[in-house]
């Protein structure tokens, strides 16, 4: 059989968050937490889920080109995080050339995209990125 | 029960490669090149794009336009031929992508080109029978061609999503007509990474055959003459082909330009006339009539005679037009198009 | 004055830190352990902490302990292993401390072992990238040093640096390295050097980033100090931690773990000795200033330009080069700070004539994960 080198399971259950930002938001004080939480800061367990919207500002970003084995072609890897209604997301950064001629909070939309593969033959993980809407090149 | 469009949208990747930097990789005469197939720059899209993520994004401003909830939608089909996975459906990935409920019919279809406007059919049946309320049909490819081969200066990237129904329809589907044989002009054997086509077989017995006995034959049952429609949108391996089967059903060419995106994209498969109807629905005035005929190797093809309503202009500026995406892009090189598209091969992925 | 202090490091030894590609963990492990039993004068020793991030990742072994026990013939000694990331050694001397409060008695030896070299850089990268949320951070292909990166581009935006500020913590790193015979960088470095080398994630070039590197580090820590060497006490400990999730933490020039961590170890104000921060990436070690209270917020890189925490001051900042020039051993580097400001208060070479009575460590656990901050002083 094909050696699995990434988990299976591991991806699936993430699908809600790595395909539509699924959030939880406290029912007790509104607190919008993306990664989910078990327990919110005011100690409420109780959450409902929250679709985190898809447009935002860029509030920082990096070029990585060291990058690890799993994305050694994809290199270099911009990265961003983006503040999304008030919450803060980390991710790729995509169709961006030139970052640098970004201007200060400039607007992103949130895409769906591959993210790596195992080998040849194993599965394909898709999820979220983040892509400027103007202004990159 | 009238059924028809209720919502669109559609997605062109931001990078273009101009066939000129391929001719000139190659050795070809550019202008020879452009004069065969009129289309001046292709769409690539990212390294990290393929049919399910196009489909993703062109599915999301269909609903966005339709303006219906996910748990709304009944059925989701996609019309492909370049399924990232040979078994695994892409229509699997939009139920949870698009937060679609689990009760949903779901389907990859396959037929060349064509399998994109086959799901708009099947879905009209589905909600004509009251099976479903809401249908997706996405047409989505980005398709293969062999590097050196002239498949490469026309193959682009690209997705078109429509949501079909019966409700606030923005147009509605009045007629089809299929027209179909066993016409081997193009195929991909399994497996194998690359295309293979007839070169002129795909012209006069392929293309232009199914084309006009849809199109014909569609207008035939209704009564109808070029002169009834305001729009004629044809598949578009190249920009050759839509204009010239057009002339030869007689149809002016002001009719079939609004429809024809081939030249700025390159041809997107099962995208191609369906990202040229979702182009024309951005300029159509409410009760424009439309000519659609799509095409897929092997052989066939799909009419459509469609008519606009007034609910139409009030939902284009809702989500990203073809319009926007044809001007959005980014140039690149040839080497950066080999890393793109995944082309240059290597032992690992 | 026993009662002053949680334990003393008895004992300690280090291995020169660099690619081993002819010795294992075991071997590493045996070397230090031994060297570091014997300068104890080989006390009874009631536990083996075992400070490592990458055993079963490059060694390909778990239950690491009684592999390494047997081999360096240490018997009938229960063995826990430590891994908390790349601050793997603070904890594994933080447990020990709490080990020895509980025991009241005894000694316990602590090892951090890691060798990051059993494989290629790719490789590292992908188990570097697993210091952070590996769901949310890592599934995307980030490491630590792309949000180090994002830290240093806030920070000297917020307080107006230019890098050329920034590469003066790789320069002074190096001159120091230069100085020290367990340094894996033994080689000065000009600032052309630093504005040359290639970008790892901007503003972040490879000088900013330190160097994996295989090693081995050991301690004795005993509750009562050796009667024949001179005495030296881990006087307190503090535990801080921050948002695991990095983009959540709103303010990204500040170490948050590391403050916490700060005041949870007692006001740091006047501290006057030697200081040994973690400085995985140059900006880490600027934070960590500030975060420890040495200085005020955006004022660690002003500071360091001016010579403020050179030798010779109230407060002498990673003497032996950090990790910049020591290099970066993962699991054992925060052993290897510990063992090198014991260096410094003994007065051992090359740090003689320091005349410090005080240190203190700070291990951080990736990028502000979680963070504990050591107070040492020399107990007369
Ligand atoms: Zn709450």
């Known amino acids: 059989m094909v050696d699995q080198n990434l988990s299976v399971p591991k991806y699936w259950r993430k699908i809600p968050q790595y395909y539509r930002l699924t959030a939880v938001k406290c029912r007790k004080c509104g607190r919008v937490y993306f990664p989910p939480r078990a327990v919110c800061e005011c100690g409420s367990r109780e959450f409902d889920e929250y679709e985190l919207p898809r447009r935002g500002k860029l509030i920082e970003y990096t070029v990585l080109r060291s990058v690890t084995s799993d994305f050694e072609k994809q290199r270099p890897l911009a990265f961003g995080i983006a503040d999304l209604g008030g919450v803060r997301v980390f991710g790729q950064l995509v169709d961006c050339p030139n970052p640098d001629k970004l201007g200060e909070g400039a607007e992103v939309e949130v895409v769906f995209r591959r993210v790596k593969e195992d080998s040849d033959y194993g599965i394909i993980y898709y999820g979220f990125k983040l892509r400027p809407v103007k202004g990159c090149w | ?349 | 004055m026993h009662n002053s202090a949680l334990g003393y490091i008895n004992g300690f030894a280090i291995t020169p830190p660099g690619r081993y590609y002819d010795k294992g963990y075991r071997e590493l492990f045996a070397e230090v352990a031994l060297k570091a039993l014997e300068a104890a004068g080989n006390p009874d020793i009631k536990a083996i902490y075992v400070a490592s991030a990458l055993s079963e990742l490059t060694g390909e072994q778990l239950a690491i302990g009684n592999v390494l026990r047997d081999y360096a013939g240490l018997r009938n000694i229960p063995s826990i292993r430590i891994e908390n990331g790349d601050g793997s050694g603070g904890f594994a001397i933080m447990t020990a401390l709490n080990h020895l409060a509980s025991a009241g008695n005894g000694c316990m030896l602590v090892v951090g072992v890691d060798k990051p070299h059993e494989v290629i850089s790719l490789k590292q990268n992908k188990y570097a990238s697993y210091l952070l949320d590996s769901d949310y951070e890592a599934y995307f292909g980030a490491t630590p040093v792309a949000l180090a990166a994002i830290m240093a581009k806030q920070y000297m935006r917020s307080y107006e640096y230019k890098y050329e500020d920034l590469a003066t913590w790789a320069i002074k790193m190096h001159e120091r390295g230069a100085k020290n015979p367990y340094a894996y960088f033994k080689r000065a470095a000009k600032l052309k050097d630093v504005l040359d080398s290639e970008l790892v994630a901007d503003p972040l070039r490879l000088y900013d980033v330190s160097p994996f590197v295989d090693g081995a580090a050991a301690l004795v820590l005993c509750s009562k100090p050796n009667p024949n060497d001179l005495a030296i006490g881990v006087i307190n400990y503090g535990f801080g931690a921050s948002n695991s999730y990095f983009a959540s933490r709103n303010d990204y020039t500040v170490l948050s773990s590391v403050v916490e961590a700060a005041k949870a170890v007692g006001p740091l104000e006047n501290f006057n000795g030697v200081v040994s921060v973690h400085d995985t990436y140059s900006i880490f070690g600027v934070l960590a200033l500030e975060a420890l209270g040495l200085c005020k917020r955006g004022s660690a890189l002003r500071l360091l330009n001016e010579g403020y925490f050179d030798q010779g001051g109230r407060v002498m900042v990673n003497l032996d080069g950090g990790l910049k020039a020591v290099g970066n051993s993962m699991g054992a580097s925060g052993v290897y700070q510990m063992a090198g400001v014991v260096m410094q208060l003994r007065g051992d070479k090359p740090f003689n004539g320091l005349n410090a009575e005080s240190a203190m460590v700070e291990d951080m656990v990736g990028v502000d994960q979680e963070s504990v901050v050591f107070t040492l002083r020399v107990v007369k």
Request: charged share 25%; proline share 5%.
């Open chain 2, 1 to 349: 029960m009238a059924v028809g469009i209720v919502g669109w949208g559609a997605y062109i990747p931001r990078y273009r490669i101009k066939t000129r930097e391929i001719a000139e990789a190659w050795g070809d005469d550019a202008l020879r090149i452009r004069d065969m197939y009129l289309v001046e720059e292709k769409a690539v899209g990212y390294i990290d794009e393929d049919p399910v993520t196009m489909a993703v994004e062109a599915s999301r401003d269909a609903l966005t336009r339709a303006g219906i909830a996910p748990s709304e939608v009944g059925a989701v089909f996609a019309g492909t031929e370049s399924k990232p996975y040979a078994v695994k459906p892409i229509s699997s990935i939009l139920i949870d992508a698009l937060n679609l409920k689990r009760q949903v019919y779901s389907v990859d279809m396959e037929f060349a080109c064509k399998a994109g406007s086959d799901a708009i059919v099947n879905l009209m049946g589905l909600v004509k029978s009251g099976l479903i309320k809401y249908g997706i049909a996405v047409g989505t490819d980005s398709s293969q061609g062999e590097p050196g081969e002239h498949l490469e200066y026309t193959v682009g990237t690209g997705a078109v999503a429509y949501i079909i129904g019966s409700t606030n329809l923005v147009a509605e589907i009045k007629h089809t007509y299929p027209f179909a044989s066993d016409t081997p002009d193009f195929w991909r054997r399994d497996g194998s990474p690359y295309p293979v086509h007839g070169e002129g077989f795909t012209g006069e017995p392929a293309y232009f055959r199914h084309i006009i006995g849809a199109a014909k034959g569609l207008m035939e049952e209704l009564g109808m003459k070029p002169n009834d429609f305001d729009y004629a949108i044809f598949h578009q391996p190249n920009a050759r082909f839509p204009v010239r089967v057009a002339q030869m059903l007689g149809f002016p060419l002001e009719k079939v330009k609004p429809g024809i995106v081939v030249d700025l994209i390159g041809n997107t498969y099962n995208a191609s006339a369906l990202l040229g109807l979702a182009k024309v629905l951005e300029e159509a005035k409410p009760g424009s009539r439309i000519l659609v005929v799509t095409f897929g190797s092997g052989a066939g093809s799909n009419a459509f005679y469609i008519e606009t309503t007034d609910l139409l202009p009030s939902r284009v500026k809702l989500a990203r037009t073809v319009g926007e995406m044809l001007e959005d892009k980014v140039y690149i090189d040839y080497s950066l198009y080999l890393k793109y598209r995944r082309i240059i091969r290597m032992i690992h992925g």
